[in-house]
């Protein structure tokens, strides 16, 4: 089960080639895949037209002629799923290799990825209640790089965000007072029709890291 996050940056002058290529997107002999537009940081008034990206979830390695030949810069992050809770368009993408890395302890960079479709009765509450969390998440310790994605050219509906390590990531989901106050009124307020949070070992990252938001030195 092989997991990677591909990404690309597009000079603007092919950003309507790229929206092109998100709409012609297929499966690409792979079990899982999906072609994501993203933001700048966290937020959706911060859409980025030049960088986009693909999850994708195969038996062998996959790669994306297309795209690499409309972007400037790229990178390939390979990843080991470990823990994965919830479910992406009715599947769940990670949970095989999450049960076979359940007894492991990463001891090194770890991604997550979180994704969530809102009911769009629900929507405009949530966009009120996560402001105070971005801000946290800019600031966390640990953080090495970040973006939203969303399932168009526009729009944010998840985040990938790598860490330093695992313990980083915890502290921030589960110890972090704005954090831990959006999870408690999550099920209350019943925002999401569907969720999901995937948590990665990063095995390698190929390219230009600069396209994946990376801080120099990650937040201290």
Partial sequence: ?????????????????????????????????KFLGTSNGFELKNADLTRYAAVTVSDRPVDYPAWNRLAV????????????????????????????????KPDGTVLAITRARLRPTRAFRFWQAIPPVIRELHTAPGL??????????????????????????????????????????????????????????VRGITGDRSVLGWLEEGQT
């Fill in 144 to 201: 090495l790089a970040g973006f939203g994605i969303g399932e168009a050219p526009i729009g944010w509906q998840g985040t990938v965000s790598v860490w330093r390590d695992a313990a980083d990531l915890t502290r921030f989901a589960y110890r972090q007072p704005e954090h831990r106050a959006v999870i408690a009124r999550t099920a209350a307020d019943r925002w999401y029709a569907e969720e999901l949070f995937a948590r990665f070992a």
């Fill in 73 to 104: 810069q790229r990178a390939v992050v390979e990843l080991d799923p470990l823990h994965s809770r919830g479910s992406w368009s009715g599947r769940k993408p990670f949970e095989a290799g999450s049960k076979e890395a359940a007894a492991r």
């Fill in 1 to 33: 089960m092989l997991v990677t996050l591909h990404v690309w940056r597009v000079p603007r002058r092919r950003i309507a080639a790229a929206m092109l290529q998100l709409a012609r997107a297929r499966r690409h002999q792979a079990r899982f895949v």
